[in-house]
């Protein structure tokens, strides 16, 4: 179980999904509740961030992105965060399972 990463435009028309989904239990290893963000996502549902929150999204994922399996998705994450940094009307969810 675990959530899928996409961005979306306004309509909530799906742009890119990220080619890994995030387990829960790789997440349980390390102390969500540290995080700005992170800490937020609920297992069952879904969570929109918005443009306002990218660079604190951004900053919790890449320091929660250091697990082997995960090195491989850092440049998706920063071509998320560009997209979203330079263009209005976008968001990230984080779809639950």
Do not use: C
């Not at 309509?11 to 997440?27: A, M, N, R």
């Not at 102390?31 to 963000?37: C, F, G, I, K």
């Not at 009307?89 to 984080?94: A, G, K, P, S, T």
């Amino acid at each position: 179980m675990g959530w899928t990463i996409v961005l979306e435009d306004e309509s909530g028309v799906s742009l890119k999904l990220v080619s890994h989904e995030y387990e829960i239990s790789d997440f349980s290893r390390r102390d969500l509740s540290e995080t700005t963000l992170l800490k937020f996502l609920d297992p069952y549902g879904d969570l929109v961030f918005n443009r306002l929150q990218m660079d604190a999204l951004f900053k919790d994922l890449l320091q929660t992105v250091t697990y082997s399996n995960y090195q491989g998705i850092q440049a998706e994450l920063k071509e998320l965060h560009e997209a979203m940094i330079s263009q209005a009307h976008l968001y990230i969810r984080f779809a639950g399972a």
